[in-house]
């Protein structure tokens, strides 16, 4: 089989995985995505914070690893996964982490406070001015989400909803997009034609 064909399978799977419809919860079921037989380099973005900050992936991506937390003040699950993540860069030691916030303008005043409250210091994005930041990194719309990305560029892992028995998942995932190795040379000669 090709390297083509594998990679374009690996593919498949991860796009029927996320495309079928789904309501939006505040606790879903965690959905383990193994890793493919070749990685796919995380989609390109860039998304400005409060601020004025910006988040760019020709800052992030191939370069470090980074987490993208999408959360509300008002979810009660997002409290228990943003603590857990705490507790989790706590033990592996520090890592971008992009906030991406679906509070709207009636509790928007609350998000610094509250990602504070975790460790949190980056300057949140709403979610709202980047749709399509939103739906690639968190396909399946739901609260709290977490995406990981590897130093090398690659989606490591997918964490939707809230599920208390996955906090060694968490960090296994964290520790893994801290190692993960460069992505194959063709892969990133790929990724450079389709980005920008």
């Known amino acids: 089989m090709s390297f083509r064909r594998v990679a374009s399978a690996a593919l498949a799977v991860l796009v029927a995985a996320f495309t079928r419809e789904q309501p939006r919860a505040s606790h879903a079921e965690i959905v383990v995505i193994p890793p493919p037989v070749a990685a796919v380099r995380a989609p390109d973005f860039e998304v400005y914070a409060q601020g004025g900050v910006r988040y760019s ?11 993208a937390v999408f959360f509300a003040t008002w979810c009660d699950y997002c409290q228990g996964e943003l603590s ?9 030691g520090p890592m971008p982490v992009i906030p991406v916030s679906v509070d709207g303008p009636e509790t928007w005043a609350k998000v610094p406070g509250y990602l504070a409250s975790f460790g949190i210091h980056a ?6 001015h980047y749709p399509r930041f939103a739906l690639t990194y968190n396909p399946a719309d739901i609260l709290p989400s ?4 590897g130093r090398n560029g690659a989606i490591v892992d997918y964490l939707r909803g809230y599920d208390p028995r996955q ?8 520790r893994q997009a801290q190692l993960a190795p460069p992505l194959a040379p063709e892969l990133e000669a790929a990724n450079a034609l389709t980005s920008d």
């Open 123 to 128: 300057p949140a994005v709403r979610a709202s």
């Open 146 to 149: 977490v995406a990981i990305v």
């Open 57 to 67: 992936s020709k800052a992030l991506l191939g370069k470090q690893p980074f987490v």
């Open 167 to 174: 906090a060694n998942r968490l960090l296994a995932s964290l």
């Open 84 to 92: 857990t993540m705490q507790r989790a860069l706590q033990r592996i």
